[in-house]
T-cell receptor, first 112, second 113 residues
């Protein structure tokens, strides 16, 4: 079954902690993306990667970091520098430009 | 960069009626316009897309129209059903754009029985 998998579905973080969200795809897609979703804000781009070992900042990269060591994996770390991390995080992948983006089921992160 | 405006933010229609959601984009280089449906607690799923070389595309009860001159595109859903209730997002992407899609802020579509 081809698709994109995010884990965990729910994540709780204490103040000052770093947490890492997992994103894995078996679609053989080169491009992968991380979005943050807040109520009424749509999807805002955090980071993206067009190829292994390369990634670029999106519109709201501050307080986040990523890595792309393997084609199928694009983990996102929410660092303690992110002042308002509570949100729904979505990972997506695309085969190439101007084609469908496939989304994972999301991770809801809550700061406690 | 690209900016996508989407209206309305909430739309309530009677079951069986039609629903129309409108989006405008700012970058004339954009040439790919998908629409996504998101159900509560899930990731968005593509429902229809259109490229700039066509003006309209239909898939059963769903249609999308594109006006390149005015830089706006619309989603039309006919004969709405309860399962159409969801949040819908429009997006735009330009050719050669490595950063992918720019999304509108979404429309919460409510189908009243």
């Amino acid at each position: 079954d081809g698709g994109i998998t995010q884990s965990p579905k729910y994540l709780f973080r204490k103040e000052g902690q770093n947490v890492t969200l997992s994103c894995e795809q078996n679609l053989n897609h080169d491009a992968m993306y991380w979005y943050r979703q807040d109520p009424g804000q749509g999807l805002r781009l955090i980071y993206y990667s067009q190829i292994v070992n390369d990634f670029q900042k999106g519109d709201i990269a501050e307080g986040y970091s990523v890595s792309r060591e393997k084609k199928e994996s694009f983990p996102l770390t929410v660092t303690s520098a992110q002042k308002n991390p509570t949100a729904f995080y979505l990972c997506a992948s695309k085969a190439r430009q101007n084609t469908e983006a496939f989304f994972g089921q999301g991770t809801r992160l809550t700061v406690v | 960069g690209e900016n996508v405006e989407q209206h309305p933010s909430t739309l309530s229609v009677q079951e069986g009626d039609s629903a129309v959601i409108k989006c405008t984009y700012s970058d004339s280089a954009s040439n790919y316009f998908p629409w996504y449906k998101q159900e509560l607690g899930k990731g968005p799923q593509l429902i229809i897309d259109i490229r700039s070389n066509v003006g309209e595309k239909k898939d059963q009860r769903i249609a999308v129209t594109l006006n390149k001159t005015a830089k706006h595109f619309s989603l039309h859903i006919t004969e709405t059903q309860p399962e159409d209730s969801a949040v819908y997002f429009c997006a735009a992407e330009k050719g050669g754009g490595a950063d992918g899609l720019t999304f509108g802020k979404g429309t919460h579509l409510i189908i009243q029985p």
